[in-house]
């Protein structure tokens, strides 16, 4: 592509064509690659062994590129044994590679100009009056709620303590819920929160309202059971923050679109567009989860993850030997090639020029010890193997010197055998390798280039060693530093000694203050909940570890199968789906079958025969007969009629019949389907949806929408909230209610679990058939689910204790009677089920 930037390019003329020259379009001038090509004497035979001989060269270019970039980066160094500088190879390779959350940094920005508008114009104050619904520690905090797989312990549940300490520091309170109970809940309630478990079979047996809290937190794919009831009204305004360890998910998303499962592709990109915000803890994941993307990923580097697989590595192998187990001898120097997690297509050569600067170590090694090298790749293929055997031996390397190590295999075994662990991939990556954090926790010494992402984590010679990513040359003369008399000199092991320390607790403070910047963007509170302290006031001591003093007396026990838990859960999931769509095909067909079987077809002609003999002699006898007229008013008053006629006609459930005969009906009002678990299925409720979409099938509910067109504005509905189900209800309410008494309970009641129980029920129909009270207000409450009522006090008790006594004084009767005009107010309590 060329540019006019630095002129404009002279144009070449144009013969002007004409016929008057007698040429014709084949008797054009030709341009010289075309006269050669075309030339008569040219052999043609000549010109085709020419283009064969240039393909082959070009073949065998690159056959041998390897060994011939090696030669001539030699002669380039100047001693004929050093590597070339990488600059002149331009090695330039995956340099490209970047994860960038553009669109959700560009949802931040527009969110953070309206807020910063808005309280210009006016100024918002905050009456920090509402507690936390479920606060086990002090006034004016924030509620988040944290769903766990399980408690069992593991690097998941180590990473999100240390968030959840800090954010309790700051001011949040959180309610831990787990699918799973395990060891690590003693540990969650002795730092101050209360833990609850969900139990689980196909979906949640124990329904949770949602809307009590001001953000929730997902730590792994099991949580996406959870999102089924967030995906659905009134929960789905509620911020969900979904972290995302696992890589399994990004595996099987190729198995089921070459298996054509689209359904079940489809139902993971609903549960990760359902989420608010995505957050994985590297940026290797978001890449691997790039068709699932809705546009809010999110990378918060850190993690314990390597740290925990050393320690339990350490800890659970300290009687084997691996060296003897993968063939080495105890007098073997082994260095292990590490790498990038990415794959391109520079990888080969980076290995050969690493595999270069070790090669002129061979000559420091006796007889008895020998120099040995595992180049770990993500290439698991045999032609890889076969590269760098090719390599290996092109550089003077015995055959039995490099072998290839797959990351299928146990990474952690190679590490825990290698003497120094050097770091061969010189791309520029966003945060620092996971593979180095293994190494370093491992106690190994390591080598790596002078990246930015390195160099900012590895004090060079102090925990860990730094050569010139423009020469690497200079690998050469670090190693030699490294080794002494075959083996690690002591400023080596100093440095493997100080990285075990420093390596297990890296990169917290990205951690922590990654979350607590990310719910400031996140979670919108209202106006009676007070602010959190921000990111500068979280303590040092916080964000410098992990809190592993936590876990020291939680006892650890192996699974074998922890590895594969992941696995099992997608297993599970697709179980669960691959059960609902049988079970919906065969429901189905069993329908279709059930209508059509028991079918007399002889019998349906004769009775559509004898309908249409009937509807033609009352069509004659309709013409026939005179038809009364009146006015406009009487047409549409007995069209009206004719209308609630035939609407009363339908046929009714039994709930609905039970209903007639009583005195009592308590309405529900409620809005979309996550309320339905919280909603009565008796004859003494009936609901009332706000919306005509998350009304309950085959259900007797009213549509409260239909009796207040005003409900259909999204915006009045969620103003008026459940009093656009009262008013709805009083809209010519002597069509609708047929019950002597009226009576309203919200489902948040039931959600908390302190609706009315049977015993009420039973009191309150007695007290209203009996008229015990004639024309009364009745109240309930559960008093012992007040807080303030340890005692387990009745009513009144209670209400004087905390009014002065004056409860039972006309005072507190006065009150209510100009309040509530000539009705009579009585209270119905209970002091337990």
Not at 97 to 105: A, E, G, Q
Not at 301 to 312: I, Q, V
Not at 369 to 382: D, E, F, I, M, R
Request: aromatic residues 10%; hydrophobic residues 40%.
């Amino acid at each position: 592509m060329g540019s006019g930037e630095n002129g404009v390019l002279p144009k070449r003329a144009l013969r002007p064509s004409s016929s008057s020259d007698g040429r014709s379009f084949l008797h054009r001038p030709r341009s010289r690659l075309a006269r050669f090509l075309l030339f008569e004497k040219v052999d043609y035979l000549q010109w085709i062994w020419t283009v064969a001989a240039f393909f082959f060269v070009v073949i065998l270019f690159q056959a041998f590129l390897p060994g011939s970039v090696v030669e001539r980066s030699g002669d380039a160094g100047g001693d004929g044994r050093g590597p070339a500088r990488r600059g002149e190879l331009g090695l330039d390779f995956g340099e490209g590679i970047r994860f960038v959350p553009s669109k959700l940094l560009e949802r931040f920005q527009k969110e953070s100009v309206g807020t910063n508008s808005s309280s210009l114009g006016r100024p918002g104050r905050r009456a920090a009056l509402l507690k936390p619904l479920l606060a086990l520690v002090g006034d004016d905090l924030f509620v988040l709620v944290g769903v766990l797989p399980d408690l069992s312990v593991d690097a998941t549940q180590l990473h999100m303590v240390s968030v959840a300490v800090a954010l309790k520091e700051i001011g949040y309170d959180i309610h831990v819920y787990a699918l799973e109970d395990g060891p690590v809940r003693r540990m969650w309630s002795n730092i101050g929160l209360s833990v609850t478990i969900l139990p689980m079979k196909n979906r949640l047996e124990t329904a949770v309202d949602w809307l009590n809290y001001n953000g929730i937190l997902l730590t792994s794919l099991e949580s996406k059971i959870i999102l089924s009831c967030l995906l659905q009204e009134p929960f789905k305004s509620v911020p969900v923050i979904w972290t995302v360890h696992e890589g399994s998910l990004a595996l099987r998303l190729n198995y089921y679109m070459a298996n054509n499962q689209t359904q079940l592709t489809h139902a993971w990109k609903q549960a990760f567009n359902r989420a608010t915000v995505v957050v994985f803890p590297n940026y290797a994941l978001p890449i691997m989860y790039s068709v699932l993307d809705p546009g809010n990923f999110f990378v918060i580097p850190g993690s314990p993850t390597e740290a925990w697989k050393a320690d339990n590595y350490m800890s659970l192998n300290y009687r084997h030997d691996p060296r003897v187990e993968m063939g080495y001898r105890t007098e073997d120097f082994l260095i292990a090639i590490v790498g990038s997690q990415f794959s391109y297509s520079g990888l080969w050569l980076e290995h050969a020029l690493v595999l270069q600067a070790i090669a002129p170590l061979q000559h420091e090694f006796s007889s008895a010890s020998h120099l040995k090298v595992a180049v770990l790749s993500g290439n698991s293929t045999s032609s890889y193997k076969v590269v760098v055997q090719a390599l290996s031996l092109n550089f003077g390397y015995s055959s039995s010197s490099v072998v290839h190590f797959s990351v299928d295999e146990d990474v952690n075994k190679l590490l825990v055998i290698a003497d120094v662990v050097i770091y061969g991939s010189f791309i520029e990556e966003q945060s620092f390798p996971s593979i180095l954090i293994q190494a370093m926790c491992l106690g190994k010494p390591i080598l790596a280039p002078d990246l930015a992402m390195i160099r900012n984590k590895i004090d060079d010679g102090v925990n860990g060693f730094l050569f010139p990513k423009e020469n690497i040359g200079m690998m050469t003369q670090i190693l030699s530093q490294v080794l002494s008399n075959g083996k690690l000199s002591l400023s080596a092991q100093n440095a493997g000694s100080v990285a075990r320390v420093h390596a297990k607790n890296l990169m917290v403070s990205e951690t922590i203050e990654g979350y607590v910047s990310l719910l400031e963007h996140v979670v919108k509170f209202p106006s009676e909940v007070a602010s959190p302290k921000t990111v500068a006031d979280i303590p040092l001591r916080l964000k410098k570890e992990w809190q592993w003093h936590l876990f020291e007396n939680l006892s650890y026990s192996h699974d074998p199968n922890k590895q594969n838990k992941n696995y099992g859960i997608l297993d599970k999931l697709e179980e669960q789906w691959n059960v609902s769509h049988m079970e919906n095909a065969v429901n189905t067909t069993r329908m279709v079958d059930d209508a059509f079987s028991p079918i007399d077809w002889a019998e349906e002609k004769l009775i559509e025969m004898v309908n249409t003999r009937k509807r033609l002699e009352e069509e004659e006898l309709k013409d026939r007969t005179d038809q009364p007229h009146g006015t406009w008013e009487d047409v549409y008053r007995n069209v009206k009629r004719a209308d609630r006629t035939k609407n009363e006609l339908h046929e009714r459930d039994d709930r609905e019949l039970e209903r007639t005969g009583q005195p009592l009906c308590i309405y529900e009002p409620y809005f979309g389907e996550g309320t339905w678990p919280f909603l009565h299925n008796k004859s003494l409720y009936r609901g009332i949806g706000l919306s005509t979409k998350g009304r309950r099938p085959g259900a007797d509910d009213i549509d409260a929408s239909s009796r207040l067109p005003i409900l259909n504005n999204a915006y009045y509905r969620d103003v008026l909230g459940e009093y656009g189900a009262f008013f709805a209800l009083a809209n010519r309410i002597d069509r609708i209610h047929k019950n002597s008494w009226i009576g309203f309970q919200s489902w948040r009641v039931a959600a908390r679990k302190v609706f009315l129980s049977k015993r009420a029920e039973s009191v309150l129909l007695e007290s209203v058939q009996s008229r015990k009270h004639g024309d009364t207000l009745y109240f309930w409450v559960r008093m012992d689910k007040d807080h303030r009522n340890p005692q387990q006090q009745d009513f009144w008790s209670f209400c004087d204790s905390i009014n002065a006594g004056n409860c039972r004084l006309d005072i507190f009767n006065d009150f209510y009677l100009k309040f509530y005009g000539a009705f009579k107010v009585a209270f119905v309590f209970e002091r337990g089920k």
